[in-house]
């Protein structure tokens, strides 16, 4: 039993059981006869659109697991705050908008010294 749980999250995680034939084959018969003891006149087109909502679904979880595990690792790795604040903004700009107009303004009385 643990050993199948193992082999279903490594699948998970590796994404190759929904493209083997033998798992898909067994999975629609498994389907179509459980949807088939509940509904008598069960069409094998639904079993058919209930695997492929599944493995879309699968897909959508997969994807979006690594996109967690990515920003997780990220968030651990970076040593500074990867949200910034309007107020951090609002300083960096002004202090940024400071330092390049006293450069300009410096340039200009250097260059009048010097040319003249």
């Known amino acids: 039993m643990k050993s199948l ?3 279903q999250l490594r699948s998970f ?3 190759d059981l929904p493209v083997k034939y033998s798992y898909i084959d067994s999975r629609f018969r498994k389907t179509h006869e459980g949807q088939r003891d509940i509904y008598a006149s069960w069409p094998a ?6 695997l492929i909502n599944e493995y ?3 897909a959508l979880w997969h994807y979006l697991l690594l996109v967690v595990v990515a920003a997780v ?9 990867i949200v910034v604040t309007a ?3 609002k300083t960096d700009i002004l202090s940024d908008l400071t330092a390049f107009t ?3 303004y ?3 009385i250097y260059s009048k010294i010097f040319i003249r």
């Open 5 to 7: 749980k193992l082999k």
């Open 13 to 15: 995680f590796t994404f």
């Open 45 to 50: 087109a639904a079993t058919r659109s209930r």
């Open 56 to 58: 879309w679904s699968n």
């Open 73 to 81: 690792a990220i968030w651990f790795c970076v040593s500074t705050p």
């Open 87 to 89: 107020d951090q903004c």
């Open 102 to 104: 006293e450069k300009l």
């Open 106 to 108: 410096w340039m200009r």
